[in-house]
Nanobody, 124 residues
């Protein structure tokens, strides 16, 4: 059974930084793609960024230059370093993974495993 556990959310002010972490567990589980999505109240779940096992990375336009993804394949972890946070970054952030070798998809439907989510709130 695969489990994804996120940590690191919280309440910060605009311009601050925050780092989220996600750890995948499960015997013999080796995710090809590890990603971050987010969902703000009343909005659809939105792709933030992700990284394949081979290192290919993709970000949504609104976070490029501010957010950085790092991944440790051996530890099966993915981190999201968020700098210059804005109030519009406020959302529940979810870690999602897939074993399919199809690259970093922006579609939530392409990911089989999801974490429980961690709240990020950015005050103005």
């Amino acid at each position: 059974q695969v489990q994804l556990v996120e940590s690191g959310g919280g309440l910060v002010q605009a311009g601050d930084s925050l780092r989220l972490s996600c750890a995948a567990s499960g015997r013999a589980y080796s995710p090809y793609v590890m990603t971050w999505f987010r969902q703000a109240p009343g909005k659809e779940r939105e792709f933030v960024g992700g990284k394949t096992r081979s290192g290919a990375t993709n970000y949504t336009a609104s976070v490029k230059g501010r957010f950085t993804i790092s991944r440790d394949n051996a530890k099966k972890t993915i981190d999201l370093q968020m700098n210059s946070l804005k109030p519009e970054d406020t959302a529940v952030y979810y870690c999602a993974t897939s074993e399919r070798g199809l690259g970093v998809s922006v579609s939530p439907g392409m990911y089989e495993n999801w974490g429980q989510g961690t709240q990020v709130t950015v005050s103005s």
